[in-house]
């Protein structure tokens, strides 16, 4: 992979990688004096070291596929990436937006596409969800992809409006279950992981809640704020300014630490949920078998750059906050996501619309 055969040109004879044969013209002698030249050849090929398949990685222009329609968080956050790894690498890694079934069509392009680092895909948390959100999907994320590097994370944010009578997550709970079917919340749309993390909460403590979905975050947010949507489980940046401004109140975040721009509010492991953890994420993948060596490059280039300040200033700004980690340290996360929540949207029966 990534490695051309030695190809040896001399007058009578002719030797590609593992081919070799005599013009029929020539006599059968040539063709013997010369054979170990083809053979030295073919073995320095197999003496050359993986590592150098990468050396000249990028000599040309390398797609990154955004499986979403342009102009979204998640479109501007690869192309903050791309931007940098053209930067870095001196080839330019440019943005193709595929939108189209919930990231599936774009997903389903990118597995089908040569393993050979010049197409990479900027995966959300659908790879992981959508095969049981939807049935089917053109691609298999274990077998069809090879992780490169987390990039980002946003946790839910859970909020409520002001007139609702609960100060914390616990008042919450009590709050629904002395009140049967009286409470909904809002999420940015069905299959979204803020929907899942609802879902998960209304299933592991059994409350009767009713989910009302939206086909964007912002709308979810303007539904909450307006006292349409009691409950909202949504992405941290649409809701913080209006926290701030006392329009909502935030009851818990699902993330793993607080929220540096809410830092009393606690995550629901401290307010006593710690089942209720979870993220919208998003992170680059390569086809499979994609040369290791490339897939490292990526990977250390796609670190450097997540841990430049201006990439932090800017990911926050869009609700994100930046990880980078190794290949298997993302496959984890992959692979975990995906059985979590097919456990959720099975016992929900989730449906994608």
Known sequence: MGASMPQVNVPGFHCVGRLAYADPCKRRGRLMKLAPVCLAAFLATLATPPAAWAQSYPDRPVRMIVPYAAGGPTDISGRIIATKLSEQLGKQFYVENLPGGGGNAGTGRAAQSAPDGYTILFAGSPLSINPTLYGKVPYDYEKDFDAVSL??????????????????????????????????????????????????????????LVHVPFNSGGLATGSTVGGHTPILFGASAPAVPHVKDGKLRALGFTGKARLPALPDVPTMAEAGYPAIEGATWFGVVAPAGTPKDIVALLNREMVKALALPDVKE????????????????????????????????????????
């Open 151 to 208: 990039a980002v994370t946003s946790p839910a944010l859970v909020t409520v409006h002001p007139s609702v009578p609960a100060q914390s997550v616990k008042e919450l709970v009590d709050l629904i279950n002395a009140n049967p079917g009286k409470y909904s919340y809002a999420s940015p749309g069905i299959g979204t992981p803020p929907h899942l993390l609802g879902e998960l909460f209304r299933l592991s403590l059994k409350l009767d």
């Open 314 to 353: 800017r990911m926050a700004g869009l609700g994100f906050a930046t990880v980078g980690n190794t290949p298997e340290e993302f496959a984890v996360v992959i692979r975990s996501d995906g059985a979590k929540w097919a456990k959720v949207i099975r016992e929900s029966g989730i449906k994608a619309q």
